[in-house]
């Protein structure tokens, strides 16, 4: 059985990676220092026998006991509140955190794939965005030092794999929803769910103009399995196409909690990205990948999941 290695592996996208990674008969190395995971999130695979945990932050010194295969590396904060809470450890794991994790690929000849973020292309004046767009990031904002971390972790993977010959990936991965999610890590999918469950007035920065592009966490792990499967080293956007106003995304969510909420319209943040939408023309062609859940679907899934803890 392969090994891999996946940092951040008990957040939300990370844990959800190590279940379909276990499902199709890998072994798996979750780790995380647990600043923004949750050992919950991979409670149920604590007894597999193909599965072990280190509690542990990927910018030290990294050490694996045993050959890896693969590397994922995921950890980060992701949401504007915890990057915003941790500046300083968001650019340390993107670029001290990616250095480690690329170094310890390399010691085991192992593949490394990157997970970078839609953030690399700022508030864009392309629409949809392609892989080809160079981006329109502010270094100094309050989303700096996410958008800057991962675009100097993706420059860094790219001078390995060209200067060491590392077999890299880079998804550029969208906006991401479903279980797991935490409460109040300020996204606006379980924001927004969370208010209306709980009968709070639904928070539309903004007019609610500004548009986003939901893709079901199910979808997204696979893009970046088949990217992983992939002889693709160039970015490659894991996401899905369809878009929605914020406002259009508030009152689908009222619908179907059936809540009885107001939607309450604040100021819009610094930087905050009007448009957001995928081009993957890159994906469907070379990875046959595109999301296969609709929206509807996919927050039903979710708000079951934030009822339950709401």
Known sequence: MEHILVTGGAGFLGSHLCDLLLSRNYRVTAMDNLITGSIDNIAHHIDNEHFRFIN?????????????????????????????????????????????????????????????????????????????????????????????????????????????????RIARIFNTYGPRMRLHDGRVVPMLIYQAVTGEPLTVYGDGSQTRSFCYVSDLVEGVYRLFASECCEPINI??????????????????????????????????????RPDITKARRLLDWEPKVSLEEGLKATIEYIRKLA
């Not at 480690?100 to 085991?108: D, F, M, P, R």
């Not at 929605?244 to 969510?253: C, D, G, H, P």
């Not at 319209?265 to 990205?273: A, E, G, Q």
């Open 56 to 168: 542990y932050n990927v910018t030290n010194y990294l050490y694996i006991d045993e050959h890896v295969d693969a590397v994922f590396h995921f950890a980060s904060p992701a949401s504007p509140i915890d990057y915003q809470r941790y500046p300083i450890q968001t650019l340390k794991v993107g670029s001290l955190g990616t250095h480690k994790a690329l170094g310890l690929a390399k010691a085991h000849n192992a593949a490394f794939l990157l997970a970078s973020t839609s953030e690399v292309y700022g508030d864009p004046t392309v629409h949809p965005q392609s892989e080809d767009y160079w981006g329109n990031v502010n270094p100094i904002g309050p989303r700096g030092v996410y958008d800057e971390a991962k675009r100097f972790a993706e420059a860094m993977t790219m001078a390995y794999h060209q200067v060491h010959g590392i077999d890299t």
């Open 239 to 276: 996401g899905n196409p369809d878009e929605i106003t914020v406002l259009e995304f508030a009152e689908m969510v009222k619908r179907l909690t059936n809540s009885s909420s107001e939607i309450e319209f604040l100021p819009l943040p610094t930087d905050d990205p009007h448009k957001r």
